[in-house]
């Protein structure tokens, strides 16, 4: 059986079945058609996009958002969850992830990238992007294997370099670097791929920037940059203020690997410029590009990031990052205030890859929906080079939405209480 229908079969007992949740969780079984599927109540709702920042029911019918209300009665939905006391959030989009999960050894069909299901839903991600794991030469087994089998809605950067992000030699090979064929697979799926990335380049050329951009403008769509080896024959400062545009998108801002801290101390001035000219300046914490000694200062500087997102590859995941949420809660330990972390994780994302019908919760949005529970006490973050700050808040994802179904619930708000008698239903959790 595979996983959708095993996943389709496994909300039926709770939609036929009297529930009373472990908490204050319940639904109810109705003689009529309920208006709702599903109804979160009472919630610290956080819509940067509607200006929402208040407690809030919301209702969901048919995969989509029906109604957002300061309350919605309980008996008009067949599910319903308590979420008094957590923030509930548009699910959330990780900018910058690596998701071509394969045979060989790398990000591109390699098993340095991840299957999305297995590390999105549990951290509150429902649109993952990939970006440039696959180019124009595999992109469509890209597609093939992982974006049309995957629940979480992948996207993608094309990688200017035809094979990807193949690793080694692959990626330093400019004729292997071409505009054309790159704007032309990303014109012929506009649905799935959101823009051109280039990354790992090591030589002192601009052409995988250029070219990268040359595509990006045929296509109409972002370049998103992972600068490489700092190299004195393109410095980061011309990089931001010539080559990219308004709406390109700077990865690894905090990395402090190509000179975006200066030895004074303070940011390298091409990244305030950079941000004047609208460039987009963009987390990718990853196995290596995340440093407290940049962060900390660029905060002080009131540097913050217009996208959070993770760099999600199979190191990253086991080291500092971990993953999104536990992003998300750097930054509230660095002073960044709430809202604003969830805006740089739904709406700031959705509008940088020009799909402005994510990332919030108007009515007839897709029920992307993620629940948070912000757990105070003290906890550790550490970086990409083991240095560990301590915060005293912590994001914890409860319950994830993707498209109206329940795909991630941590603690079985939505399962049904079980006690002696009361079987195993139909068998919809067999594996
Ligand atoms: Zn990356």
Not at 248 to 273: C, Q, T, V
């Amino acid at each position: 059986m595979n996983l959708r229908s095993r996943a389709g079969r496994a909300v039926i007992p709770a939609v036929l079945t009297l529930v009373v949740g472990a908490s204050t969780a319940a639904a109810t079984t109705r003689a009529q058609e309920p208006q709702y599927d599903l109804l979160i109540r009472q919630g610290h709702v956080i819509d940067p996009k509607n200006g929402i920042d208040a407690v809030r029911d919301i209702a969901v019918k048919d995969g989509k958002i029906a109604m957002v209300g300061e309350r919605i009665d309980a008996q008009d939905a067949e599910r319903t969850v308590d979420a008094k006391g957590d923030y509930v959030t548009p699910g959330l989009i990780d900018l910058h992830t690596h998701l071509f999960a394969g045979p060989e050894d790398a990000y591109s069909n390699g098993y340095q990238s991840v299957a999305p299901d297995g590390f999105t839903f549990r951290a509150g991600v429902t649109t993952a992007v990939d970006t440039g794991s696959s180019g124009a030469s595999n992109f469509a087994e890209f597609k093939k294997n992982v974006i049309d089998r995957s629940k979480t809605r992948v996207l993608a950067f094309l990688n200017i370099v035809g094979k990807g992000m193949a690793g080694g030699d692959f990626e330093q090979d400019l004729n292997d670097m071409q505009a054309g064929p790159a704007a032309e697979v990303a014109m012929r799926n506009p649905d799935v791929i959101v823009g051109i990335k280039t990354a790992h380049y090591e030589g002192p050329e601009w052409d995988p920037v250029e070219r990268s951009v040359e595509a990006g403008e045929k296509a109409g769509v972002p370049v998103m940059v992972d600068f490489g080896a700092n190299r004195p024959e393109r410095p980061l400062d011309q990089l931001l203020t010539e080559k990219l545009r308004p709406g390109d998108i700077y990865s690894h801002a905090y990395s402090g690997n190509r000179g975006e801290l200066g030895e004074d101390g303070k940011l390298n001035p091409g990244m305030h410029a950079g941000r004047e000219r609208g460039v987009l300046f963009d987390v990718g914490h990853g196995g290596g590009s995340f440093a407290w000694e940049v962060a900390v200062p660029a905060m002080k500087e009131r540097f913050l990031p217009d996208t959070i997102s993770t760099d999600l590859h199979i190191t990253s995941m086991n080291s500092g990052m971990k993953d999104m949420a536990n992003v998300m809660s750097k930054f509230l330990a660095l002073g960044m205030p709430l809202k604003d972390v969830v805006a740089a994780s739904t709406w700031r994302p959705a509008q940088a890859i020009g799909h402005e019908e994510l990332g919030h919760l108007s009515v007839g949005a897709p029920a992307d929906i993620s629940v948070f529970t912000l757990e105070k006490g003290e906890f550790g973050f550490v970086d990409s080079f083991a240095f560990r700050i301590d915060g005293k808040e912590k994001l914890v994802c409860e319950l994830t939405v993707r498209g109206g179904e329940v795909v991630w619930d941590l603690n079985g708000r939505t399962a049904q209480a079980w006690k002696p008698g009361s079987g195993r239903g139909d068998g919809a959790g067999e594996h």
